[in-house]
């Protein structure tokens, strides 16, 4: 593949946002390998509830479906909000079901890295086996590496999750070279 399109979604709607840092320093990961990448957080997926009858999309939800046709691989990223992943994650994911009817339904064989951040491990780590399950019902391919960060750890948190930040995009672009 010449230059995989790897879209990171996620984070919160706080440009300060740990997991949107996390996703951002991912994709500069991914492009320094020669990816193109894009970022979908804050605004970019800030929905209504999804809804099962909703009229065809438009909008930044348009925008979002587009991007992941597009896309090669996807890394999801949430914080964790009282142990699992966020509703503003959720409800992103949740609206992949406009997918449901393409050639290639949801994140059908494509690699997803994940991070989850928390204000503790025990939160960190819940979020990511949540985030697992629910990419593994949207088909999609976990990375055998996903990153937990625990926000309030001493330190720089996020400069000591580098290197599995970077074995993880490291993975993505492993399963695409197959
Ligand atoms: C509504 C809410 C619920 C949270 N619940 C938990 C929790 O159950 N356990 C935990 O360790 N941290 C919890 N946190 C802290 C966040 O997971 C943590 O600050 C995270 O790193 C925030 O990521 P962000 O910088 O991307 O916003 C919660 C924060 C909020 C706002």
Redesign the pocket.
Known sequence: MSKPHIVALG??S?P?????RALARCLAIAEEAGARTTLLTGEAINFPPYELCAPVPDGNIARFVETLRSADAVIVGS?????TL?GLVKNALDHVELLRGDDRVYFDRMPVGMVA????W???VSTMAALRTVIHALRGWPTPLGVA?N??ADGDPLADADPQLRLMVEQVLWFLDR
């Open positions: 984070g919160t706080r300060e946002s740990t997991t949107g914080p964790g909000y009282h142990g966020s951040t928390a204000g503790g025990q939160a960190a960060i926000t309030g």
